[in-house]
């Protein structure tokens, strides 16, 4: 990420009770996908500013099958939340920060978006580091024309950035799914409920 890109500060609520929150720092560099130019929405604003009431609300703990050559499964990617269409990241970082101590064990965020919008989500993440406080967000990007495939940002030990393709399998499901301002054409309501009934667990809620 270049220095010189121009950065804007968030404050979001984090609990009401002691009248606490939580600042991120997010970058909108001049990108664009499906014709519309990256930037932080105020819907995306309004939904960070309700995560806090979902803190003690969420089941965030689901069975996972354990398997005789991972017995533990921690090869598996398990998604607390997930969030689509995430633009600059500020949901689904206020997700990571707000609800932490309600995911489930090795449970990441995971921030999507199309192809072009990725590079910022990873910029962003790095930017808000300490905000999450070790927690595990990751990025990538999902076509919601082809919902069963997430492509996952990755980084290897020798520093090199890349992607790798996973492909969804029951454990990858989301407990909680997250989106604002997604829907800007005639198609957007099909694929944006289609891509939720694929990716979100419907069977631990009473």
């Not at 030990?157 to 990858?172: A, F, I, R």
Request: aromatic fraction near 6%; charge should be negative; glycine fraction near 6%.
């Amino acid at each position: 990420m270049s220095l010189s890109l121009s950065t804007r500060t968030y404050t979001v609520i984090r609990s009401k009770e002691d009248n606490s929150s939580i600042s991120l720092t997010l970058a909108a560099p001049i990108i664009h996908a499906e014709n519309l130019y990256l930037q932080t929405w105020g819907s995306s604003f309004v939904l960070a500013n309700l995560l806090h009431k979902l803190e003690d609300q969420l089941p965030f703990t689901k069975p996972r099958t354990k398997t005789e050559d991972d017995p533990e499964n921690t090869s598996t990617i398990t998604i607390d939340v997930l969030e689509l269409g995430a633009g600059t990241g500020l949901v689904g970082l206020s997700a990571a920060s707000i609800l932490r101590s309600s995911l489930g064990r090795n449970g990441a965020v995971v921030l999507t978006d199309l192809p072009t919008i990725v590079p910022s989500l990873v910029d962003n993440i790095k930017l808000n580091e300490e905000l999450v406080g070790g927690g595990t967000v990751l990025c990538g990007s999902l076509d919601w024309n082809t919902p069963n495939q997430l492509v996952l940002f990755t980084r290897t030990g020798d520093g090199e950035d890349g992607n790798s393709l996973t492909t969804l399998t029951p454990e990858n499901k989301a407990l909680l799914i997250v989106a604002a301002d997604t829907m800007y054409t005639e198609d957007h309501p099909r694929l944006l409920s289609r891509t939720i009934f694929t990716w979100c667990v419907l069977d631990i809620y009473p």
